[in-house]
């Protein structure tokens, strides 16, 4: 079946680095792809997107960078805030248009 | 307020009782989905629905039963409820590109 997959369940970073988390996908034919955070205690909260015809999409203070070769998907924050402090989910569209969401990688932002 | 409402946000139940998770969005979505959330397991697909009247299992349907007969609704009941359901509940509604949108989140605990 198709999976998502996270290279790293908890990233520790210094305030003001850059972080980034990354996921693999397994389905090659999956077009679209949503990085979400969850805040202790609250639900997942849409981050940002990017299609297939894309391999890379900016917001603010964030990057997804997608590689359709290897199949894999990363989320990078610029100058990382406390604030940034969650877990982050990848998730790809999978088949009858359910989202398949990945295990989550926990950031912690040190000062 | 405009958004996706879950309730109640905190339930204890006993076992072998029935338990009804409620779910109400005011986007006229079309797509509504309920997922529970465990430690070791992400995001895990109970069940969704693609319109009032329409709903199919997702992953990990044994012990739920789900309903739309509004648009706008999408409760979720455990008919009777087993340790094992002890999780945190999401219901999510789809925008039109394709990502969803959370609610807070409904902790049941199974005793």
């Known amino acids: 079946g198709e999976s998502v997959g996270l290279h790293l369940p908890t990233l520790s970073v210094q305030e003001g680095d850059n972080s980034i988390i990354n996921c693999a996908y397994s389905?090659?034919?999956?077009?679209?792809f949503i990085w979400y955070k969850q805040e202790s205690g609250k639900g997942p909260q849409f981050i940002i997107d990017i299609r297939s015809n894309m391999d890379k999409r900016q917001g603010q203070r964030v990057t997804v960078l997608l590689n359709k070769t290897v199949k894999h998907l990363s989320l990078q924050i610029a100058a990382t805030q406390p604030g940034d402090s969650a877990v982050y989910f990848c998730a790809v569209l999978g088949g009858y248009n359910k989202l398949i969401f990945g295990a989550g990688t926990r950031l912690a932002v040190h000062p | 307020d405009a958004g996706i409402t879950q309730s109640p946000r905190y339930k204890i139940t006993e076992t072998g009782r029935q338990v009804t998770l409620m779910c109400h969005q005011t986007?006229?979505?079309?797509?509504m989905f309920w997922y529970r959330q465990d430690l070791g397991h992400g995001l895990r697909l109970i069940y969704y629905s693609a319109a009032a009247d329409i709903t199919d299992k997702g992953e990990v349907p044994d012990g739920y039963v789900v309903s739309r007969s509004k648009t706008e609704n999408f409760p979720l009941t455990l008919e009777s409820a087993t340790r094992s359901q002890t999780s945190v509940y999401f219901c999510a509604s789809r925008g039109l590109s394709g990502e969803l949108f959370f609610g807070e989140g409904s902790r049941l605990t199974v005793l």
């Open positions: 986007w006229s979505h079309s797509y």
């Open positions: 389905n090659s034919a999956s077009d679209y």
